[in-house]
């Protein structure tokens, strides 16, 4: 079955970085887009971001455009999420996500995506 794990979280400190990983299993990893979302308490799942299935389209949220970068390794079944600048609001538990389609540019909702990690726990400390 199709498994995705997700690594990377902990607590800095703002302004500083963290890079998050997610390793897929069970799945033909290059042939889906993959998305980052974040969940933050008391409010609902938010896009971060997507990366086509053969990363020539990235899609970013307005609020970490320019700080956050997206990539993956399709040798390694795996995507990141590299965090530049974080701010307090940043702090969430972040969540991989799997296309629910092959080989489409996916949007930034959460039905798009049909598999989940369990996530991340991501803290920034003012």
């Known amino acids: 079955q199709v498994q995705l794990v997700e690594s990377g979280g902990g607590l800095v400190q703002a302004g500083g970085s963290l890079r998050l990983s997610c390793a897929a299993s069970g799945v033909t990893f290059s042939d889906y887009t993959m998305g980052w979302f974040r969940q933050a308490p008391g409010k609902e799942r938010e896009f971060v971001g997507s990366?086509?299935?053969?990363?020539?389209?990235?899609v970013y949220a307005d609020s970490v455009k320019g700080r956050f970068t997206i990539s993956r390794d399709n040798a390694k079944n795996t995507v990141y999420l590299q965090m530049n600048s974080l701010k307090p609001e940043d702090t969430a538990v972040y969540y991989c996500a799997l296309d629910s389609r092959r080989f489409r540019y996916t949007g930034t909702k959460t039905y798009d995506y049909y598999y989940w990690g369990q996530g991340t726990q991501v803290t920034v400390s003012s």
């Open positions: 990366v086509s299935w053969r990363a020539d389209r990235t």
